[in-house]
């Protein structure tokens, strides 16, 4: 039996990585600080510990302990658009903290190392985003999830760890944190309607996305490792449909069965166009995108209303204000 460490393991892909892994006969280990998941998320049938990847002497010990042959790594602080203003924190949790995994999976031997990326490596400009294009990040996010793609990939050239990156992209579904107002705009949409406020949208909404429901990018993750064509190979894995985030707000409308009015705030910096091609994915790991937008939403939406609305709690470590939209101020 294969022992592997998820970590950000009780967060949303994370948690649902682990429950396939499982099913795949796997023994999982959680490592998770619980900064942005939550306890009912952790699968029973795996082995919890509350840590953080910053802790290098825990990493250190529990590699040593649990003999791990393979690493799914999905911890991180994802908010993407935050990041600029808060350079500091990113780099720690989400290029430091990473580093700690790579050492202790050369240290200890590790058979492949997986790392969910993403699309904000490529920047703006590049239309449909393919494997093939030069990375050219535009945010701090962005900056770290790339440099860590180059180190595994250094890594593999000098150590021999294997590795295998997934670029996903706006992922939504069940178990989604959807008290963060920072990130994740279904979550965020769905949280607002059920205390009926209304939905906000930075700039005119004409951004357009790609969306992907989790329940057809998690099962594709988790096999990866039982295909070798898979191993040391960058896949973007996510939805086809592009719609813009003005359609996205009818569809979840729709979904809730409920509307609230739209509060359009003031654009913030980003990418305007982001969808990439998943040919590559396709053909080595036989992805479909099985669930339409519709569909996923729905579906969605009924575990939202199940769970209930969160609070939105304020991001109290905020670096720089200047430029910062004026609603993500710490009042």
């Given amino acids: 039996m294969d022992k592997i460490l998820v970590t950000g393991g009780v967060g949303f892909i994370g948690s649902h990585i682990t429950d396939e892994l499982i099913k795949l006969g796997a023994e999982v280990v959680i490592l998770d600080d619980l900064s942005g998941g939550f306890r009912e998320n952790i699968n029973p049938k795996a082995k919890f510990v509350e840590g953080s990847i910053n802790d290098q002497s825990l990493i250190d010990k529990i590699f040593k302990e649990e ?14 658009g935050l990041s600029q203003f808060i350079k500091h924190f990113n780099y720690e949790n989400n290029l430091i903290g990473t580093v700690n995994l790579i050492n202790a999976s050369v240290n200890n031997n590790v058979k492949c190392f997986v790392f969910t990326s993403s699309i904000a490596v490529y920047g703006a400009g590049q239309l449909p985003m393919t494997e093939e294009m030069k990375p050219e990040p535009e945010d701090s996010y962005g ?17 021999g760890l294997n590795y295998i990156i997934f670029r996903p992209h706006n992922v939504f579904g069940e178990k989604q ?16 309607i059920m205390q009926n406020q209304p939905i906000t949208i930075f700039g005119d909404g004409e ?12 099962p594709v993750i988790a096999k990866s490792i039982y295909n070798p064509k898979s191993y040391n190979q960058i896949f973007n894995i996510g939805g086809d449909e592009i719609i813009t985030v003005n359609q996205l707000a009818q569809l979840v409308f729709t979904a809730m069965g409920q509307k609230t009015s739209i509060n359009y705030l003031p654009a913030r910096q980003e ?17 479909e995108n099985k669930i339409k937008i519709a569909d996923g939403l729905k579906i969605m939406a009924e575990w939202a209303k199940k769970v209930g609305a969160k609070k939105s709690q304020n991001f109290d470590k905020i670096e720089i204000t200047k430029n910062l939209p004026s609603s993500w101020l710490v009042k």
């Fill in 67 to 80: 003999k791990f042959d393979y690493i799914f790594h999905l911890a991180a602080y994802a908010a993407e």
């Fill in 143 to 159: 900056i770290a999830k790339y440099a860590v793609e180059l180190d595994l990939k250094a890594s593999h050239e000098l150590f």
């Fill in 207 to 218: 951004q357009k996305r790609a969306f992907s429901y989790i329940g057809d990018i998690a």
């Fill in 271 to 287: 990418v305007k166009l982001a969808y990439s091609d998943h040919a590559k994915v396709r053909e080595v790991l036989g992805y």
């Fill in 177 to 192: 944190n959807i008290g963060d107002k920072y990130r994740n705009v279904v979550g965020i949409f769905m949280n607002q």
